[in-house]
């Protein structure tokens, strides 16, 4: 399986951005993703890119202000988080195969070990 190492979390204000990476250990092709985690509730989903890039995906409490990108040459996938909110702090997953089955998403590939993001108002 794929490894991946997610980086980039960290503290930010209300209204700032942070930008999180996910570094795979070899070559994707797959529709990759990203997720988060709140203690003691479901991992949801944030957002997907197919491997060219040109189809993202978010979910509706993201959308126009979280971006997905990918590098390919570098393994790597991206997620510009602007317009934070304190609502937004959680541990962020990278997800190595991310479908879509109707309305849902989940991962069937391996996940990162998570990076906290953590909003203050």
């Known amino acids: 399986q794929v490894q991946l190492v997610e980086s980039g979390g960290g503290l930010v204000q209300a209204g700032g951005s942070l930008r999180l990476s996910c570094a795979a250990s070899?070559?994707?092709?797959?529709?990759m993703g990203w997720f988060r985690q709140a203690p003691g509730k479901e991992r949801e989903f944030v957002g997907a890119?197919?491997?060219?890039?040109?189809?993202?995906y978010y979910a509706d409490s993201v959308k126009g202000r979280f971006t997905m990108s990918r590098d390919n040459a570098k393994n790597t996938v991206y997620l510009q988080m602007n317009s934070l909110k304190p609502e937004d702090t959680d541990v962020y997953y990278c997800?190595?195969?991310?479908?879509?089955?109707?309305?849902?998403?989940?991962?069937?590939?391996?996940w990162g070990q998570g990076t906290q993001v953590t909003v203050s108002s």
């Open positions: 070899r070559r994707t092709v797959n529709t």
């Open positions: 890119i197919t491997y060219s890039g040109g189809i993202t």
């Open positions: 997800a190595a195969e991310a479908r879509r089955t109707g309305d849902n998403w989940r991962n069937f590939g391996s």
